[in-house]
């Protein structure tokens, strides 16, 4: 029950701050309202163009790009807004904690699943139904876990490395082609599918994707599914010596309010 | 001689501020790095499409990479306010045009060096053809881009003293101008309305001048495109100027200089 409050109550404040910062606005409504429409121009004239393709898409784009910086920076900001010391010196873990501020951060990145939509309904007026809507609601939350995991591994590395945590921030279009999320990835040079495989974003636009306007098989969907449970689970456990080294260099250090 | 040193000075200062660079890997990630993963996005979408041949959206996306000027100037006017120093810029006697436009004039070439490397990444990576380019049309077009970019960046950097943040209102300009600037969409495939709104941005025509001297288009063909393309990126910076005077007028009368 602790746990669950404290999720509760992470994810309530992490949404708070969301709503009043430009830029996590602009990554989750502005920036995929763009890349649908464009992309949308750019492929419509396919003979098997799918606008529900586009549309989860660029829906995934938003997700993954409020992720990625909303992880890179979730540690940082409490840094500088002098209250890192107060966290790190409470009873609940570290990770627990940034945990649920991400929690928030994939509620709020919802809203580019439904502008998307509504991009794709109401300003092309395409008919947008899924192919599999049970398929669907599996892979959504599925999909989410998967970003969220993601996201808890990012929060630590943002603000242990430095020059590492800079590069983080441009593996935004990257993730978005590793991850096949506007097109194929067999269209990426053979060497980097190893890559995409290896990363949960990958096989969550493959289950959105999949569900949504692919053919649905339950026995690859299931593959999907596995494959996606997978790679998120050994993300999440990747992430937890980086919460401890964290702890462990501020403490030593003496460093956890140096901006 | 005065008003010159000021631009000189308001020039580099404007540059330096930039990114906070401490170190060269924040120059690498900022500049160089983003707008070429961007471009590859876009030219494999574009390949996933098929409208277009493969040339079309890398060329399109490597002359686009002068939003990265637009995206400095603005945040470099803009985020005077934010970091508390629009006070003594406006209480110091300098000459006023000098000041602004000076904002851009090393972020040109900084930009044009942008734009050569897109080309370059454009060439080895994907494997565009060059061969028969008309090679000073392309360094004009790179040119007369990155100016109207800069401009543009003046414009949107005065417009965030009234409206938004800086960077907001350039991420937005950058997304309208991947969208409506023909490097990914023809042109003529846009609504009416859109259409209206794409010729009235100051990269629109230096993108289909610089296609055209790619492939090895006379030099005189592109020479009124991209004069147009100077004229309109002109008018953005004036009328960035006259906001930013307009601003400034206001502020002093109504004490709002620091009003977020």
Redesign the interface.
């Known amino acids: 029950m602790n746990v669950l409050r404290i999720l509760r109550s992470g994810a309530k404040l992490q949404l708070g701050h969301l709503a009043t910062d430009r830029l996590m606005l602009f990554g989750v409504i502005v920036q995929p309202f763009f890349i649908a429409v464009t992309v949308m121009f750019m492929l419509r004239h396919r003979p098997d163009f799918d606008p529900v393709y586009v549309v989860i898409g660029s829906a995934v784009s938003g997700l993954w790009s409020t992720v990625l910086f909303s992880g890179t920076w979730i540690i940082g900001s409490e840094r500088w807004l002098g209250t890192l010391e107060l966290v790190a010196g409470s009873p609940p873990p570290l990770m627990l904690i940034f945990a649920a501020r991400l929690l928030g951060t994939m509620a709020y990145s919802l809203l580019s699943l439904v502008l998307n939509y509504t991009v794709g309904a109401w300003l092309f007026g395409y008919e947008l139904g899924l192919r599999d809507p049970a398929g669907f609601l599996v892979s959504l939350p599925l999909a989410l876990f998967a970003l969220w995991c993601v996201g808890v591994l990012l929060a630590p590395i943002g603000v242990l490395w430095r020059p590492v945590a800079r590069f983080l921030t441009i593996l935004e279009y990257p993730v978005f082609m590793l991850g096949g999320f506007m097109f194929p990835i067999l269209l990426m040079p053979a060497w980097s599918n190893g890559i995409s495989y290896a990363l949960p974003p990958y096989w969550a636009a493959e289950a959105l994707h999949a569900t949504s306007s692919g053919t649905t098989q339950w026995a690859s969907l299931a593959a999907v599914w596995a494959a996606l449970l997978a790679t998120s689970l050994a993300t999440l456990a990747m992430a937890v010596p980086f919460y401890a080294l964290v702890l462990r260099r501020a403490r030593r250090a003496g460093t956890l309010a140096l901006t | 001689m005065q008003a010159l040193r000021i631009f000189a000075v308001s020039s580099v200062f404007s540059y330096r501020a930039l990114f906070s660079w401490l170190?060269p890997?924040?120059y690498i990630?900022?500049k160089l790095?983003?707008p070429l993963?961007?471009l590859?996005?876009?030219a494999?979408?574009?390949?996933?499409?098929?409208?277009q041949p493969l040339s079309f959206y890398v060329l399109g996306n490597a002359i686009l990479v002068v939003y990265q000027a637009m995206f400095v100037v603005a945040t470099s006017v803009g985020n005077e306010r934010w970091e508390g120093t629009l006070p003594y810029v406006l209480a110091s006697p300098a000459h006023r045009v000098a000041l602004f436009f000076g904002r851009a004039s090393v972020h040109v070439l900084d930009g044009m060096l942008d734009v050569i490397v897109a080309f370059t990444f454009a060439v080895v990576v994907f494997g565009v053809d060059l061969s028969q380019a008309q090679w000073a049309g392309l360094a004009a077009g790179i040119f007369v881009a990155t100016v109207a970019a800069s401009a543009m960046g003046l414009a949107i950097g005065a417009a965030s003293f009234l409206v938004?943040?800086a960077?907001?209102l350039a991420?937005?300009a950058m997304?309208?101008v991947?969208?409506l600037s023909g490097a990914?969409?023809p042109i003529a495939?846009?609504p009416g309305w859109l259409q209206a709104v794409a010729w009235a941005l100051p990269l629109t025509r230096s993108v289909e001048a610089v296609r055209g001297y790619a492939a090895g288009a006379d030099l005189l063909s592109g020479l009124p495109l991209l004069a147009t393309d100077l004229a309109i990126g002109l008018a953005w910076a004036i009328g960035g100027y006259l906001l930013f005077s307009w601003f400034e007028e206001r502020a002093r009368r109504m004490g709002t200089l620091d009003r977020v």
Request: glycine content about 8%; overall charge negative; charged content about 10%.
């Open positions: 170190r890997s924040a990630a900022n790095a983003f993963l961007q590859s996005f876009f494999m979408i574009g390949t996933f499409g098929g409208a938004l943040d960077s907001f991420n937005l997304f309208v991947l969208l990914n969409v495939e846009l």
